[in-house]
């Protein structure tokens, strides 16, 4: 196994290995680099959030497993959709209509359902779809790179098309059109994963301290800014009887991330924010002041050249070991 943490263990003997379980030799880890002051609590998980089409609504979970690609729920997967338009992925910022689609996990139906003003009612199944090499199509992200994704179904493209009152197509994606995460985006050796319809890379966490200092230096107690404007998929907090020591923008200094007691991630970089984050959720509208990115500007800007041009919130990490996380799993890492 490559996992960081356990090249500086004691040695193992062979019936540990063969009677103790993965998730026990794990735990045994993290409690040895808590004795040694390695890895520090730093507080709990205290939201997972599964995206499962592309700037559309989150589906909160309880419990999910950290794949190589992001959070799986069951069959529910992180970004595995998204909407096209004449060969780009649709914006938030010019669709807000997409924030009224009400979108819900039916796992009896293993299917997706969403529900709109005015609109019927559409279910979208979560079972991989057959690859068909004539309806394979590619985009040019961000980044200049290539992706390819498969055109679900006409039904579908149809209902978003309706909605929206433009042409869209509904894109899925495919585990043999592989993503890779551009090693340019890292700022850290970061493991070379798979992504799916995510920006840059499989997971995004958050700080719940930095989002309070952040309130307070926009200084708006009536309307403040939620999480749910930077679409994090794990939020973390402080805890109450931990004795945690979770701060605002800790994370820019975390090189790895242990979350309970199996999964382990790295920081590939701090997360560039767009104008995405000044949609108002609640309101359905972009705000007029342009906040949080006009105070995020004053003070959390990227730091490469080509960075500078964005400011920062959260921390873009990526898989070094999976297994099951939940809501309330502790949270330790290790500094850079």
């Not at 708006?220 to 004795?243: A, C, E, H, Q, W």
């Not at 490469?304 to 898989?319: H, P, Q």
Request: some cysteine; overall charge positive; glycine content about 4%.
């Amino acid at each position: 196994m490559s996992v960081t943490y356990f090249a500086h263990l004691p040695a193992v003997s062979s019936s540990t290995v063969l009677f103790g379980s993965l998730a026990a030799l794990l735990t045994a880890t993290f409690v040895y680099y808590k004795s040694r002051k390695e890895i520090v609590i730093i507080g709990k998980v205290s939201e997972l959030v599964i995206y499962p089409i592309k700037a559309c609504p989150g589906i909160p979970v309880k419990w999910a497993d950290c794949t190589e690609c992001g959070l799986r729920y069951k069959n529910l997967r992180d970004r595995q959709f998204m909407v096209m338009e004449n060969g780009k992925k649709i914006m938030l910022t010019q669709n807000l209509k997409l924030l009224i689609i009400a979108v819900e996990y039916q796992e009896r139906e293993d299917c997706l359902l969403l529900e709109a003003p005015e609109m019927e009612n559409l279910r979208i199944p979560l079972a991989e779809p057959s690859l068909d090499s004539n309806n394979v199509l590619q985009t040019t992200w961000y980044d200049s790179t290539q992706i390819s994704y498969i055109q679900l179904g006409k039904k579908y493209s149809d209902w978003f098309s309706l909605l929206l009152n433009k042409p869209v197509i509904f894109a899925a994606h495919h585990s043999a059109l592989e993503r890779r995460i551009n090693p340019e985006h890292n700022l850290n050796p970061t493991p070379d994963h798979k992504v799916m319809f995510a920006g840059s890379h499989p997971y995004l966490i958050t700080n719940e301290s930095t989002l309070q200092d952040l309130n307070k230096r926009i200084n708006s107690v009536s309307d403040p800014v939620r999480m749910n404007v930077f679409r994090p998929n794990i939020v973390i907090s402080k805890g109450t009887t931990d004795g945690s020591e979770l701060k605002p923008y800790d994370e820019d200094n975390w090189k790895e991330v242990c979350v309970g007691p199996e999964v382990v991630m790295c920081n590939s970089r701090p997360c560039l924010r767009c104008q995405l984050i000044t949609v108002d959720y609640e309101k359905q509208q972009i705000r007029p002041t342009k906040e949080p990115m006009t105070t995020l500007f004053k003070y959390r800007r990227g730091t490469g050249k080509k960075e500078r041009n964005f400011c920062v919130f959260g921390i873009n990490t990526a898989l070094l070991h999976g297994g099951k996380i939940t809501v309330q799993d502790h949270v330790a890492v290790t500094e850079m």
